[in-house]
């Protein structure tokens, strides 16, 4: 044991070693509730001047048609949110909720419940014939709002070997004030995630995530691994997924193009039409924009090019000893510490594949490959500033279901079963040691 551990410590120790280059362009020291809105160094003029037209239509409100304001109308018919920030304050993670109801970063995405699997190949699921992708809670003046989201909790408690006691909650979700009838279809709960290393990730390429499969468990561990391959609108083939929760977005500009769509009814070249199903007609009627696309491609790449150009914050391990057993445990095993870019080695401790999770955190949707059961290894990085980034304790879990790491950690099944186990198992001084470091991500 002891010789595995310090072997363990010599490679965690090169963690410290970012290239020249990552360290002075991609890496911010910043510590305080700014930290994920650091941009890169060395833009260039011309790349300065997209980053902050992109950070004005990130941030400035969108307002409904028609609007004197023509370079921000198009607002709607249907939306939840009318500016990216709504969702992602400072480029950070979502709040559960506002100060009076749920939150607008707490959104239900919508499917049908029995897809027809040819149907899926570009969109990746069936949205539901009445109410979308998305549910919109907001909406134009004489359209009707789709519905809002009530929120209760189902309480459990875990007990570890040793006899301590965690409790646990399990959101459970239902649809009120339905504008447009009956809710028959799959609703998942999605908790809008911080933006941060996007464009690093988006540096990596296929080739580098599909070497990390492990399709048919190779090493006999339990865990298997398998990339999301979509289709890309933007890149008209397919390709592997490495954004959202399940890993069903190619690219940054294409998953900004989606938000713009689903959170604010805009349209883009790559969603040209409106967020309008075939049952609202008073969607279809409402009043249009002067343009008949919203978002040209000039912002739609601008925004873009503003969420794909932020720093990461530093890593610095705050427990050596947990640093250690997570690897030793088995967390590393998905969390994947590093990969190598053409700037550099970047440490998201994800290796962007899915794995399946088990039946509680199963969510009854399928988006392309990845089952109701799997989910995409959530990057970790910057996780040590994301209470401070939004300004009050941030929830984890693609429903933010989970109040704190412990809680997350024993979520989680399936594959990561036995992992849990063994962390469950460990001394309460040894549990205590590993979720220090995971917090200081």
Same mark, same amino acid.
């Given at each position: 044991?002891?010789? @595995?551990?310090?072997?363990?410590?010599?490679?965690?120790?090169?963690?410290? +070693?970012?290239?020249?280059?990552?360290?002075?362009?991609?890496?911010?020291?910043?510590?305080?509730?700014?930290?994920?809105?650091?941009?890169?160094?060395?833009?260039?003029?011309?790349?300065?001047?997209?980053?902050?037209?992109?950070?004005?239509?990130?941030?400035?409100? $969108?307002?409904?048609?028609?609007?004197?304001?023509?370079?921000?109308?198009?607002?709607?018919?249907?939306?939840?949110?009318?500016?990216?920030?709504?969702?992602?304050?400072?480029?950070?993670?979502?709040?559960?909720?506002?100060?009076?109801?749920?939150?607008?970063?707490?959104?239900?995405?919508?499917?049908?419940?029995?897809?027809?699997?040819?149907?899926?190949?570009?969109?990746? !699921?069936?949205?539901?014939?009445?109410?979308?992708?998305?549910?919109?809670?907001?909406?134009?003046?004489?359209?009707?709002?789709? =519905?809002?989201?009530?929120?209760? !909790?189902?309480?459990?408690?875990? *007990?570890?070997? %040793?006899?301590?006691?965690?409790?646990?909650?399990?959101?459970?979700?239902? /649809?009120?004030?339905?504008?447009? +009838?009956?809710?028959?279809?799959? /609703?998942?709960?999605?908790?809008?995630?911080?933006?941060?290393?996007? +464009?690093?990730?988006?540096?990596?390429?296929?080739?580098?995530?599909?070497?990390?499969? %492990?399709?048919?468990?190779? %090493?006999?561990?339990?865990?298997? =691994?398998?990339?999301?391959?979509?289709?890309?609108?933007?890149?008209?083939?397919?390709?592997?997924?490495?954004? *959202?929760?399940?890993?069903?977005?190619?690219?940054?500009?294409?998953?900004?193009?989606?938000?713009?769509?689903?959170?604010?009814?805009?349209?883009?070249?790559?969603?040209?039409?409106?967020?309008?199903? &075939?049952?609202?007609?008073?969607?279809?009627?409402?009043?249009?924009?002067?343009?008949?696309?919203?978002?040209?491609?000039?912002?739609?790449?601008?925004?873009? !090019?503003?969420?794909?150009?932020?720093?990461?914050?530093?890593?610095?391990?705050?427990?050596?000893?947990?640093?250690?057993?997570?690897?030793?445990?088995?967390?590393?095993?998905?969390?994947?510490?590093?990969?190598?870019?053409? #700037?550099?080695?970047?440490?998201?401790?994800?290796?962007?594949?899915?794995?399946?999770?088990?039946?509680?955190?199963?969510?009854?949707?399928?988006?392309?490959?990845?089952?109701?059961?799997?989910?995409?290894?959530?990057?970790? $990085?910057?996780?040590?500033?994301?209470?401070?980034?939004?300004?009050?304790?941030?929830?984890?879990? #693609?429903?933010?279901? &989970?109040?704190?790491?412990?809680?997350? @950690?024993? $979520?989680?099944?399936?594959?990561?079963?036995?992992?849990?186990?063994?962390?469950?198992?460990?001394?309460?001084?040894?549990?205590?040691?590993?979720?220090?470091?995971?917090?200081? /991500?």
């Amino acid at each position: 044991m002891k010789k @595995i551990v310090t072997t363990l410590l010599v490679a965690i120790f090169a963690i410290g +070693g970012f290239s020249k280059e990552l360290e002075s362009r991609f890496i911010t020291t910043e510590t305080s509730k700014h930290a994920y809105e650091k941009p890169v160094d060395s833009l260039s003029y011309e790349e300065e001047d997209r980053f902050v037209l992109g950070k004005s239509f990130f941030r400035i409100p $969108w307002v409904e048609p028609p609007s004197a304001t023509t370079a921000r109308d198009g607002l709607g018919p249907l939306f939840s949110a009318n500016t990216c920030t709504s969702c992602h304050p400072r480029n950070g993670a979502g709040q559960l909720f506002s100060a009076t109801d749920v939150s607008r970063s707490l959104v239900a995405r919508l499917s049908e419940k029995n897809p027809i699997r040819s149907l899926e190949q570009e969109e990746g !699921f069936i949205p539901h014939r009445v109410y979308g992708a998305q549910l919109s809670i907001n909406s134009v003046p004489g359209v009707l709002p789709e =519905g809002q989201i009530a929120l209760d !909790f189902e309480k459990r408690v875990t *007990t570890y070997p %040793d006899g301590s006691i965690k409790e646990l909650v399990k959101p459970k979700a239902k /649809l009120t004030d339905l504008g447009y +009838g009956k809710f028959d279809g799959v /609703l998942s709960l999605r908790l809008s995630p911080p933006l941060i290393g996007l +464009g690093l990730l988006e540096k990596l390429t296929d080739e580098q995530i599909l070497k990390n499969q %492990d399709v048919n468990d190779r %090493d006999k561990d339990g865990i298997f =691994g398998v990339a999301n391959i979509v289709y890309s609108k933007e890149l008209h083939k397919k390709a592997v997924g490495r954004y *959202t929760y399940k890993a069903s977005v190619a690219t940054v500009r294409e998953q900004v193009a989606v938000a713009m769509h689903n959170d604010m009814g805009l349209t883009t070249s790559l969603y040209p039409q409106e967020n309008c199903t &075939a049952e609202q007609t008073s969607c279809q009627n409402a009043p249009k924009a002067v343009d008949a696309i919203d978002v040209v491609d000039l912002r739609l790449d601008a925004v873009s !090019f503003y969420v794909q150009n932020h720093k990461i914050p530093q890593f610095r391990s705050a427990s050596k000893k947990g640093e250690a057993l997570f690897s030793e445990i088995g967390c590393a095993k998905c969390h994947t510490r590093s990969f190598e870019t053409e #700037h550099g080695t970047i440490y998201p401790f994800s290796d962007l594949l899915l794995h399946d999770m088990g039946e509680e955190l199963a969510d009854g949707r399928r988006e392309f490959d990845a089952s109701k059961k799997m989910w995409r290894t959530t990057p970790l $990085w910057g996780l040590s500033l994301r209470s401070k980034v939004l300004g009050e304790s941030a929830r984890l879990l #693609h429903d933010g279901r &989970a109040r704190d790491v412990e809680e997350a @950690i024993l $979520w989680h099944g399936g594959e990561a079963q036995e992992v849990k186990k063994r962390f469950q198992a460990l001394s309460k001084e040894l549990r205590k040691e590993l979720i220090v470091f995971v917090e200081g /991500l």
